[in-house]
Each structure stands twice: as structure tokens, then as C-alpha cells.
């Protein structure tokens, strides 16, 4: 139950900064539609290697928040981009995009935290005596 509360909020926040651009700020988003332009093999691409894709894809680039979320965040960049691009033609997968963006940002982070902060120490059994030993000089 919590993932379609989280996918329902997830299309009402998009839904609603969308109307926002659009009737407040006057901006067009794009009206092609994305299998006209791309196909499911870089569907499948751009979700998993979000960065490798963007680089060497046709996807338009360049600007410093585009650098800057090519270099930390790439998910949340393809997020933007088929929001701004697909979001008159296709709903669906801009919100599937934004789903990818937070489960795979958040994800990512928590494995690496985990993975980086919890070190075991050397474990020392029962009968091991840690010492140091010096030479003796005579």
C-alpha cells in the first residue's frame, strides 16, 4: 500500500509543478512523443545506466545544472528532461521516470552509506594476545 500512495504523490507533485509552468510561467513543455523519437532498448538503458546513456545519447546537454546533475544525481536529471520533453504525450512515463529517480537516488545512497561506514574490525580470538615487539639493541 505505500508504493501506490508514494507513486499517487509522486504524479500529484509532478501533475501539479507542471500546471504551475505551464499556466503561471508561460512555459511550452515538448508535444513529441518519445517512441517517435527513441525505443524501448533505451528505455531500458537510461534506467539502468542513466549516466553512460546520457552521455553518448542523442539527449540534449550542456549548462551547469545540467553538469551538475550528470555528475550527482543522473537519475533525477532524466527525470527533468522526460518531464520537460514527454510530459504532454506521455504521463506515464515521466512518472515512471520520477519513480526510478527517488527508488534509484535513494537506494544507491543507502548501499553506499552502508557499505562505506560499517567496517568490521579484525576479529582476535579468545587465546591471541595483541602485542607489539621491539628489538633490543645490545
Given at each position: 500500500?505505500?508504493?501506490?500512495?508514494?507513486?499517487?504523490?509522486?504524479?500529484?507533485?509532478?501533475?501539479?509543478?507542471?500546471?504551475?509552468?505551464?499556466?503561471?510561467?508561460?512555459?511550452?513543455?515538448?508535444?513529441?512523443?518519445?517512441?517517435?523519437?527513441?525505443?524501448?532498448?533505451?528505455?531500458?538503458?537510461?534506467?539502468?545506466?542513466?549516466?553512460?546513456?546520457?552521455?553518448?545519447?542523442?539527449?540534449?546537454?550542456?549548462?551547469?545544472?545540467?553538469?551538475?546533475?550528470?555528475?550527482?544525481?543522473?537519475?533525477?536529471?532524466?527525470?527533468?528532461?522526460?518531464?520537460?520533453?514527454?510530459?504532454?504525450?506521455?504521463?506515464?512515463?515521466?512518472?515512471?521516470?520520477?519513480?526510478?529517480?527517488?527508488?534509484?537516488?535513494?537506494?544507491?545512497?543507502?548501499?553506499?552509506?552502508r557499505g562505506t561506514?560499517?567496517?568490521?574490525?579484525?576479529?582476535?580470538?579468545?587465546?591471541?594476545?595483541?602485542?607489539?615487539?621491539?628489538?633490543?639493541?645490545?
Open positions: 500500500m505505500k508504493t501506490v500512495i508514494k507513486i499517487l504523490l509522486i504524479f500529484i507533485a509532478v501533475s501539479l509543478a507542471s500546471t504551475l509552468l505551464i499556466n503561471h510561467f508561460n512555459i511550452r513543455f515538448g508535444t513529441v512523443d518519445y517512441w517517435n523519437i527513441h525505443g524501448f532498448w533505451f528505455l531500458v538503458f537510461i534506467s539502468f545506466f542513466p549516466r553512460l546513456t546520457l552521455f553518448f545519447s542523442s539527449v540534449p546537454f550542456g549548462g551547469l545544472f545540467w553538469w551538475l546533475g550528470f555528475i550527482f544525481t543522473p537519475r533525477l536529471l532524466v527525470a527533468v528532461l522526460a518531464t520537460v520533453a514527454y510530459w504532454n504525450t506521455n504521463k506515464f512515463l515521466v512518472i515512471a521516470s520520477w519513480l526510478i529517480a527517488i527508488g534509484g537516488e535513494s537506494s544507491e545512497k543507502y548501499y553506499i552509506h561506514f560499517k567496517r568490521k574490525a579484525p576479529v582476535i580470538g579468545k587465546n591471541v594476545i595483541d602485542a607489539e615487539y621491539y628489538e633490543v639493541k645490545k
